[in-house]
Structures are given as structure tokens and as C-alpha cells.
């Protein structure tokens, strides 16, 4: 079946513009996770949604990043004002169990 | 936090050669350790994982063993193959369902 799905794959951005990002979960999974991937590093856990609550968002860098799922499906990650360290690969994952994540392949963002 | 280190950051092996990489960690809550395959320009890929109640875990040529004692686990893969070359992460959950990512190994294997 289909997997997890990420638009837009690239986005160029200048520095002070907001940005969004969004997530196709694979149908039927409640967990819903956004990561942050820098160049040559892991993943890094921003925030996770059961359905359409956000039940942890305690790594999101700053009050700029801001995530909703207001359906329970659909996700959108946006990030306002961006900086140049905001550049990196935002991967979406999407679970049944909360165990096994099954992730996107990742939006890459790059602020100019 | 959980703390959680991969070595080694680089591995070399020649085709049909056994490749082991190893995790360790810091939280004794946590109890599900995956690992991940990430190809270039790819999302992590789901290879293998292990629940604490369990040691070993096969799935043909690649294994993890589980040191819930020693807090490591590790990834076995065994006649390796070119398409093997990606870069691995170890990413045990902390407590929940966050998981908490290794900085990666990158296999490369030569034929």
C-alpha cells in the first residue's frame, strides 16, 4: 500500500519567510511524528500527535515551529520567520502501535 | 535524556563479509530498539527491531541482539551485499514512543 508521503520533497526559502510543510500518514495510523534531520546527523524528535491531539511537542526549537493535525490525518509542520538554521530535512513518520515508524521521505528546506 | 551512541561511525567491509554495529544507551526505561537504514535522499527505512523481553532477532541476513543489562544492542549483518551500503541508526524509544536516534554508521561495502 502506500507509504508516508511529504510535499513539497525541496523548498527554497528566503531568511523572514514562513514556510509549510506537509505529511500524508499512511491510512489508519493514529501516531503521527515530525523529526528534523541536519546534514550527517540523526533524526531529532520535534513533536508527536495520537489523532488529532499533540500529545508532546517538547522539541520544537522555538516558538516559530508549529505543527497541527486538525483531522487526525493530515499533518502540516510551519515554520515561521526562517533562519538559516532552520535548513535541514524535515522527515514525517506515521505508526499504528507507536512502536514501529514508518517515516517519508523528507522535505528538505533551505533558507537563503 | 536518552543518550545514545552508534560505533563505529564508519565501516568498510568487503562483499560477503559480516558487518556488526553497536548501540548503546542510557535509559533503562527504554524498551524497543530499531534499526534504520537510510539510503541517500531517503527516508530511515525500518529494518529490524527487538522488544526487551526478547534477545535475538533474526530476519535473513541481518540480526539484532539485545544487552538490556549492559544497555547495548547491535545490529548483525551477515554476507553483505553492495545494496547494503547506506547509512545505519540505532534508535531506541525513551520511555514512550519518541524515539531517540544514534548519529549513524555508514556502511559501505565493496565489491
Known amino acids: 500500500g502506500a507509504g508516508v508521503s511529504q510535499s513539497p520533497r525541496y523548498k527554497v526559502a528566503k531568511r523572514g519567510q514562513d514556510v509549510a510543510l506537509r505529511c500524508d500518514p499512511i491510512?489508519?495510523?493514529?501516531?503521527l511524528f515530525w523529526y528534523q534531520q541536519a546534514l550527517g546527523q540523526g533524526p531529532e524528535f520535534l513533536t508527536y500527535?495520537?489523532?488529532?491531539?499533540?500529545?508532546?511537542k517538547s522539541g520544537l526549537p522555538s516558538d516559530r515551529f508549529f505543527a497541527e493535525r486538525p483531522e487526525g490525518s493530515v499533518s502540516t509542520l510551519k515554520i515561521q520567520r526562517t533562519q538559516q538554521e532552520d535548513s535541514a530535512v524535515y522527515l514525517c513518520?506515521?505508526?499504528?502501535?507507536?512502536?514501529?515508524?514508518?517515516f517519508g521521505p523528507g522535505t528538505r528546506l533551505t533558507v537563503t | 535524556g536518552e543518550n545514545v551512541e552508534q560505533h563505529p561511525s564508519t565501516l568498510s567491509v568487503q562483499e560477503g563479509d559480516s558487518a556488526v554495529i553497536k548501540c548503546t544507551y542510557s535509559?533503562?526505561?527504554?524498551?524497543?530498539f530499531p534499526w534504520y537504514k537510510q539510503e541517500l535522499g531517503k527516508g530511515p527505512q525500518l529494518i529490524i527491531d527487538?522488544?526487551?523481553?526478547?534477545g535475538e532477532k533474526k530476519d535473513q541476513r541481518i540480526a539484532v541482539t539485545l544487552n538490556k543489562t549492559a544497555k547495548h544492542f547491535s545490529l548483525h549483518i551477515t554476507e553483505t551485499q553492495p545494496e547494503d551500503s547506506a547509512v545505519y541508526f540505532c534508535?531506541?524509544?525513551?520511555?514512550?514512543?519518541?524515539?531517540?536516534f544514534g548519529k549513524g554508521t555508514m556502511l559501505l561495502v565493496s565489491p
Open positions: 513518520a506515521s505508526s499504528l502501535t507507536s512502536y514501529e515508524q514508518y
Open positions: 491510512s489508519g495510523h493514529v501516531s
Open positions: 500527535f495520537q489523532n488529532e491531539a499533540q500529545l508532546d
Open positions: 535509559d533503562s526505561a527504554s524498551n524497543y
Open positions: 527487538i522488544r526487551s523481553n526478547v
Open positions: 534508535a531506541p524509544n525513551s520511555g514512550y514512543s519518541t524515539l531517540t
